[in-house]
């Protein structure tokens, strides 16, 4: 697997955003990931594809220390952030999860104006020192999450009165307000009519290379149209990573051919 | 990797690849036969045997309406990645291969009856060595294919060199005949037009062997070292003959 990763980091000359190494994850007895290690790269989208409670989505929200909220869970190993150990004790974990943002798998807008969804974590976070400034915050992230031109002349609608493929927008829209460093997307699309999930994909491929980009998608094509690597999980390891181009038309693993070819079980 | 693979979750995903496989088969196996057949009938001389073969084409043209319209609506179905894929695509390319064999067979045949009408020319004796080579290519690259086995298929790509040697050979040998007796000629192009077709014949059978080999391995099989310099060289030097 080291090997494996190595020779995938090869292509790429820029510094990994985050790494993993050897993370172990347990939920009381069970351990749920065996020893994942993987970088993700700013100018590179990464899918993580697997069957359900394969550990992908429990690897993925351990990258915003997501699992902090649940009791039983144990992390093991080191996931580092520009270098530095998001696991450190000196680490905000609040400020964390603004630099490692998260967009889940079901909408989920504040019952809050269209505004206010955007709004509210620049001004926790004290991003803007006028009302001016928020605006143009607003505006922008707005504009990048492709929803703009949508809502600019309701801006005080509540955010639930939009359409499914707009609301996961604004959540998206939410999530760069704060000006992130990482979006991790928890199959973001599983929710949305083919329209609104080709929107979001487009607004992937726009938001490439300003944030690092980590997606779970049980949609293979999707994964494959949308990143430039992709992992493969089962049974909580992480059984292959690489080009996505390559995963998909030769991959390695015989695991991997299984799975994606829909051979499994 | 030239096992079967196991049975997909979807039943009539395998039953579609299956489908390909036979229809690829079967339009491999009337391609090879309108080489065996035509060849058979320039040596023979037999024009009826020769209208034969140009009469079965469509059928081999038939099948690959058939595979295109199988393997689109398989892509379009079933989103097929990794090897399944790259095997629906193989027999795309594979189909499209297969039915230009068909084509040079049925060119072949239809000079037996120019043939026929000038007296049997010395050289010919190297046309049925030719395609007896060339119909093995070709044979095995669909048992190549049929058994996914890359090695056969490495080993068909590797034998197109000495097609090419033949077709030099002949190609000298006609050369010289034609300058003996202008009589010559008319038959002797008709000969040179046959083995031209059969050395194309024999890319197409390498072209299949490429296929399988990426299908089966996805690798491509590296660079060919063959001896297309002589090739070249060859032909250019007698070209420089002809000039003169």
């Known amino acids: ?265 | 990797m030239n096992t079967t693979p196991t049975a997909h979750t979807v039943k009539s995903f395998d039953e579609d690849l299956r489908q390909l496989r036979l229809l690829i088969g079967e339009m491999g196996g009337l391609a090879k036969d309108q080489v065996d057949r035509s060849v058979a009938a320039i040596v023979a001389r037999d024009a009826e045997a020769a209208q034969a073969v140009v009469q079965s084409d469509p059928r081999i043209d038939r099948i690959e309406a058939e595979v295109e319209q199988l393997a689109i609506a398989t892509i379009a179905r079933r989103a097929p990645l990794a090897d399944d894929l790259r095997e629906v695509i193989a027999a795309l390319k594979i189909s499209a291969v297969i039915e230009r064999i068909g084509d040079y067979a049925k060119n072949n045949a239809k000079r037996v009856n120019s043939i026929a009408q000038d007296s049997p020319i010395r050289p010919m004796v190297i046309v049925p060595e030719m395609a007896r080579i060339v119909s093995q290519m070709v044979d095995d690259a669909l048992d190549a294919y049929a058994r996914r086995d890359p090695e056969l298929a490495r080993d068909v790509w590797k034998r197109d060199n000495s097609v090419d040697e033949y077709y030099n050979s002949l190609f000298r040998a006609l050369l010289t005949f034609m300058m003996e007796n202008p009589h010559h000629i008319t038959p002797s192009t008709h000969m040179l037009f046959i083995a031209k077709n059969l050395e194309r014949i024999g890319d197409h059978a390498t072209n299949i062997a490429e296929v399988v080999y990426y299908s089966a391995t996805g690798e491509h099989l590296t660079d060919r070292q063959k001896a297309d310099e002589t090739v070249y060289t060859v032909s250019e030097d007698v070209e420089g003959e002809q000039e003169r």
């Open chain 1, 1 to 265: 697997m080291a090997t494996m990763t190595a020779s995938a980091e090869a292509t790429v000359s820029s510094q990994p955003k985050m790494t993993a190494r050897d993370v172990k994850v347990f939920y009381g007895e069970k351990q749920a990931l065996n020893g994942v290690s993987i970088d993700v790269h700013t100018d590179l989208v990464t899918a993580f594809i697997g069957p359900s409670g394969c550990g992908k989505s429990t690897f993925l929200r351990c990258l915003n220390r997501m699992n902090d909220t649940i009791d039983a869970a144990r992390i093991v190993g080191r996931i580092e952030l520009e270098g530095h150990d998001i696991y450190a004790p000196d680490m905000d974990v609040v400020q964390l999860r603004a630099r490692v943002g998260m967009v889940f798998q079901k909408p989920n807008p504040f019952p809050k104006s269209i505004y206010e969804n955007v709004a509210y974590g620049p001004r926790i976070h004290g991003l803007a020192s006028s009302k001016a400034e928020l605006d143009a915050i607003v505006e922008q992230s707005l504009v990048r999450a492709s929803l703009w031109n949508e809502v600019k002349d309701r801006l005080q609608d509540s955010g639930t009165a939009l359409s499914g493929g707009q609301q996961q927008r604004l959540c998206i829209a939410r999530a760069i307000a704060v000006d992130p460093e990482v979006i991790l997307m928890d199959e973001p699309c599983s929710a949305l009519d083919p329209i609104a999930t080709a929107k979001i994909e487009e607004l992937i491929d726009d938001l490439r290379g300003r944030y690092a980009i980590v997606i779970v998608t049980h949609n293979m094509q999707q994964a494959a149209r949308v990143s430039q690597r992709t992992a493969f999980f089962h049974l909580g390891t992480l059984v292959e990573y690489g080009d996505t181009a390559e995963i998909f038309t030769n991959p390695r693993e015989q695991r991997t051919k299984d799975y994606i070819t829909g051979r499994f079980g």
